[in-house]
């Protein structure tokens, strides 16, 4: 089951995406109690890996998470996050950049902060935001953007060159999956610091948003840091996918305990 999970969200490269296409809603025929089992278990597997990551210290690994507001970034990390050791494992959130990220090119403020070998860093939204919110707003001219797909595919090339894998996640939420979610925060106390008046605006803007994440699956999707498309109306089968891609992600890396140090067999502890 693993494998097609995987295989089933993975955009292929060079494969022009169409998002009417893939249905946010959609569980894959699984049930929530036996999803939840998986997804604990995979969680284990992952935090066990993890240990084996950091101990080798030749590997690291990048995970992104994008979404529209409410799509469900911030439980997807707190899911996935909970089984690692936070000695290895850092979370980078990009929100409108600074005058001083501005000055510089729009991959500076990111590669800052890519994991190093034995480190797994989640991103919470990312240099695609590059491509998203500043296309829909036109924050800069389409001749600037356009380019930028190129640039994000070799700058990943070579973060990927040094050792560190790549997953990109999309997780895909319907326009009515955000409303309910979004009155949600209006009714609960305890989420209206998460509500935001400008998410309407931005909600306005959905099939710009929509083409915008088109066209960022479709050219960015490599062998090297491959999108998937993550079905994210349903929490449980989010997290499923995400801990599946993951752990597959890891298992594929071979990792091991380094080699003890020579003429360990025989010391002894007095
Ligand atoms: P939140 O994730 O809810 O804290 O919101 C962060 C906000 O920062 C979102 O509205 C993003 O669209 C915005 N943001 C993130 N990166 C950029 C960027 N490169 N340019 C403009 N806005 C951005
Ligand atoms: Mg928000």
């Known amino acids: ?19 009417g296409k893939w249905d946010p809603a959609d569980t894959h025929g699984w049930d929530e109690e036996k999803a939840r089992e998986k997804t604990a278990g995979n969680i284990e597997k992952i935090a066990g890996l993890q240990r084996v990551l ?22 997807t990390i707190r899911n996935l996050a909970r089984g690692l050791n936070p000695l290895g494992c850092r979370v980078a959130a990009f929100k409108a950049p600074t005058p001083e990220e501005l000055s510089h090119d729009f991959l500076w403020r990111i590669h800052k902060v890519c994991p190093g070998r034995g480190e797994i860093v989640i991103f919470n939204r990312s240099h695609y935001e590059d491509v998203l919110v500043v296309r829909v707003r036109e924050l800069v001219s389409r ?55 400008s998410d309407l605006a931005e909600r306005d803007r959905w099939d710009l948003y929509m083409e915008a ?7 960015c999707s490599t062998k090297k840091a491959p999108w998937f498309i993550v079905p994210a109306d349903e929490k449980w089968f ?13 298992e594929d890396l071979d990792l091991r305990f380094p080699d003890p140090p020579p003429g ?4 002894v502890v007095k």
Do not use: C
């Open 1 to 19: 089951m693993a494998k097609s999970l995987y295989d089933g969200m993975r955009v292929k490269p060079g494969k022009k995406v169409h998002l």
């Open 54 to 75: 950091a101990a080798q210290g030749e590997r690291g690994m990048l995970i992104v998470l994008q979404a529209m507001d409410a799509g469900g970034k911030d439980g």
């Open 143 to 197: 001749k600037v953007w356009s380019k930028r797909y190129a640039r994000i595919n070799e700058f990943e090339d070579l973060v990927a060159s040094a050792g560190i894998s790549i997953v990109k996640l999309y997780l895909h939420i319907s326009k009515d999956e955000q409303k309910r979610r979004l009155e949600e925060r209006l009714a609960e106390p305890k989420k209206h610091w998460k509500f935001n008046t």
């Open 213 to 219: 994440y088109e066209a960022a699956l479709s050219e």
């Open 238 to 250: 989010r997290d499923l996918v995400v801990s599946e891609v993951v752990l597959k992600t890891l």
């Open 264 to 267: 360990l067999a025989s010391v």
